[in-house]
């Protein structure tokens, strides 16, 4: 079945450094593939989705690129804030039953 | 305002009793989803339905039933509540359209089972 596989965590950076989480795929399907942000004490929320395969999402300063031939979509920034600590998601939408299937998640600590 | 909203935001139950997690959502989203948060499993999904009166068995529905009596509201029931159970529980909506499945989370609720 589809399955998400991204860096284990925690990573812990220092403010103004550079951020790459790993994120690959398996899927049969022509998915979308989201990164989803969780800040401490919310629900996760939609940091940016793509549905073409080649294109690039972006928002808040993070990226992501859609690889289809290497199956991955690697989330990265240049420089992090300490805002920007919370749990990412790596996820990808499965068609055919309209679920979405979600990575572990990475959290994120970043010093100030 | 919130378009997702869940109650109770915190509950202890004792094993064996039975717990009734709420969700409604203003999003007149057609799919709802239960998840439950766990440190390293991350988001699991328990249930979740295509529309008022359908139910579907998610990844890890085993404990647990839910129930969709409208568009707006979605509920996850616990008939016999065990400590394996202590966890968090996220409610989410989403569009039918599957290609571009975003969803969109309440903000949890922390269970604990003694």
């Known amino acids: 079945g589809d399955s998400v596989t991204q860096t284990e965590g925690p990573v812990t950076l220092s403010e103004g450094t550079s951020l790459t989480v790993n994120c690959s795929y398996e899927t049969k399907q022509y998915p979308t593939l989201f990164w989803y942000v969780q800040y401490p004490g919310e629900g996760p929320q939609l940091l940016f989705k793509?549905?073409?395969?080649?294109e690039k999402g972006s928002s808040r300063g993070f990226e992501a690129t859609y690889n289809k031939e290497a199956t991955s979509f690697h989330l990265q920034k240049a420089s992090v804030q300490e805002s920007d600590s919370a749990v990412y998601y790596c996820?990808?939408?499965?068609?055919?039953?309209?679920?979405?299937?979600f990575g572990k998640g990475t959290h994120l600590h970043v010093l100030p | 305002e919130a378009a997702v909203t869940q109650s109770p935001r915190n509950k202890v139950a004792v094993t064996g009793g039975k717990v009734t997690l709420s969700c409604n959502q203003t999003?007149?989203?057609?799919?709802m989803y239960w998840y439950r948060q766990d440190t390293g499993h991350g988001l699991r999904l328990i249930h979740y339905?295509?529309?008022?009166?359908?139910?579907e068995k998610g990844d890890i529905p085993d404990g647990y039933k839910a129930s969709r009596p409208s568009q707006e509201n979605f509920s996850l029931i616990l008939e016999l509540a065990t400590p394996s159970q202590t966890s968090v529980y996220f409610c989410a909506s989403g569009d039918a359209t599957g290609a571009y499945a975003e969803q969109f989370f309440g903000p949890g609720t922390r269970l604990t089972v003694l």
């Open positions: 996820a990808l939408s499965d068609t055919n039953a309209y679920k979405v299937i």
């Open positions: 999003n007149n989203h057609n799919n």
């Open positions: 339905s295509y529309g008022a009166g359908s139910t």
């Open positions: 793509v549905p073409k395969a080649n």
